[in-house]
């Protein structure tokens, strides 16, 4: 989710888009989506929503999505890398089908959660892959827990803001831009049909029966909790101080178009990760896995091979 932000209100194109735009009726087929889904209790009390593709015999592959979004919105990745790999979709904290608690959200705590998933099944290591809020994530938990990571994917995502050195440095923009007071101003229950709803998912290609349904995915996280993921994240925003702990080889996996995270940001990574292989599919924006799921799909693939 999350195209092009901070650069105001973007024009929807296509046909498609404007399919769904002016109405809320479902696209087709519509009762069977995201029927995969299942529920695990972990060891902290949590509910974990998740999706499970492939064959239990091949190597697990754990994949980690972004702010407001969840397992379903990464389904026709999943299914891809399914033919290679035991892949476990997660809902993270705070989304999807898991617990919705007033607190934790910071990215331990969600990298946490993952780490009670893999204790859950027995599974001692795993390929790890994260975008966006995900590929914080998916740091956080190649930095805490090396002996349980294989293979780092990092999608879409940043090397996090720097803290500020002192009170005379001015505060960071909002992480949205515009959006982020709308965030604020946010009230339950939240209309998946609304405006905003519909710009916040207005991600190019995306297939109109997942935007639909992922508009559904996020109205229903709490207002309350929309606004905690930010402000709570916003406690050890900065990856820096643990990137050095980071030992598994690692891809950093841009969209050449991304509006939020730019190209200075990328070349940080790649600074504070300098072991890791880095490549740009030029073409795409912010949302790799939803814009397309088959190159992003190849392009970890060739990297896991």
Known sequence: MLRAVGMGRSIAVGVLWLAIAVGAAPPPASAAWGAERKTVELANGMRMGYVEFGDPRKPVLVFLHGYTNSSLGYLPLGRLLARDYRVFLLDQRGHGESSKPACCYTRLDFAYDAKLFLDHFGIKRAHVAGHSLGGIVAQTFAAFWPERVDRLMIIGSTIGRRSRPSPDVPLPPPTFGPLDAEIRALKDPIDPDSAFMKEWWNVPRLDPQIQYHMRRESARIPADVWRAMLDQGE???????????????????????????????????????????????????????????????????????
């Open 235 to 305: 406690v050890s925003r900065d990856l820096r101080t643990t990137a050095p702990r980071i030992t598994a080889p690692t891809l950093l996996l841009f969209g050449g178009k991304d509006a939020l995270f730019s190209a200075e940001d990328n070349q940080d990574m790649v600074r504070w990760l300098p072991h890791a292989e880095a490549v740009t599919l030029v073409d795409l924006g912010h949302s790799l896995p939803e814009e397309d799921p088959q190159a992003v799909a190849d392009a970890l693939l060739k990297f896991l091979r």
